[in-house]
């Protein structure tokens, strides 16, 4: 099982930015495909971002034009640019990955995301 690791996250202003990482614990991997997933108290997770290999990606409308997925080159590391953030964005964010054709159901612990108005 990939034990993976986001950090990044903190209290921004609305307006601000903030920049998410993802990565395995213990050892590298080259992954099909990343993505990052958000869940609010109270809300059901949320599909944010994903990123496969060709640079493929695809945002959830919320964030279309705010955010933005990359990679490093062996698809080990996922990152997430948040910009102009607003309160609604205030949640854990996930990160969760492809090996093959199967996304892996191991989630991390998250990172805490919270925008104040």
């Known amino acids: 099982q990939v034990q993976l690791v986001e950090s990044g996250g903190g209290l921004v202003q609305a307006g601000g930015s903030l920049r998410l990482s993802c990565a395995p614990a213990?050892?590298?991997?080259?992954?099909?495909?990343m993505a990052w997933y958000r869940q609010a108290l109270g809300k059901e997770r949320e599909l944010v971002a994903s990123?496969?290999?060709?640079?493929?990606?695809n945002y959830a409308d919320f964030v279309k034009g705010r955010f933005r997925i990359s990679r490093d080159k062996s698809m080990n590391t996922a990152y997430l640019q948040m910009d102009s953030l607003q309160p609604e964005d205030t949640a854990v964010y996930y990160c969760?990955?492809?090996?093959?054709?199967?996304?892996?159901?191991?989630w991390g612990q998250g990172t805490q995301v919270t925008v104040s108005s």
């Open positions: 969760r990955v492809r090996v093959g054709s199967v996304w892996s159901e191991n």
């Open positions: 213990g050892r590298k991997f080259s992954f099909s495909a």
């Open positions: 990123i496969a290999g060709g640079g493929i990606v």
